[in-house]
């Protein structure tokens, strides 16, 4: 049974940092990625990691602040949030696909694995 738990979430103010780990057991595909939900707002897409080859993929409103990896026993994927903006504010959600590489990393159809969410608020 695969099982995704994140951590790392928290209260910062603009410009800080947070450092959000997914803890995964029981997972063997290749594709795991992190998505964000805000009050009142739908299920958005925030970066992607090809465990296979390491290729990443990011939404454009987080290119340069945020940084998507992966240990090297590959069973934890983090992402290192710099320069955090109160827009940012929303629950953080790991995820997980069972194919062997990235299929549509931005569609959230396409995970087939979710952690519970950690949250994360940046205040002004």
């Known amino acids: 049974q695969v099982r995704l738990v994140e951590s790392g979430g928290g209260s910062v103010q603009a410009g800080g940092s947070l450092n959000l780990s997914c803890a995964a057991s029981?997972?063997?595909?290749?594709?795991m990625g992190w998505f964000r939900q805000a009050p009142g707002k739908g299920r958005e897409w925030v970066a992607s990691l090809y465990i296979g080859g390491g290729s990443t993929y990011y939404r454009d409103s987080v290119k340069g602040r945020f940084t998507i990896s992966q240990d090297n026993a590959k069973t934890t994927v983090r992402l290192q949030m710099n320069s955090l903006k109160p827009e940012d504010t929303a629950m953080y959600y790991c995820?997980?696909?069972?194919?062997?590489?990235?299929?549509?990393?931005?569609?959230?159809?396409?995970?087939?694995?979710w952690g519970q969410g950690t949250q994360v608020t940046v205040s002004s």
């Open positions: 029981g997972y063997s595909g290749a594709c």
């Open positions: 995820a997980a696909q069972r194919s062997d590489y990235c299929l549509r990393p931005s569609n959230p159809d396409d995970y087939d694995y």
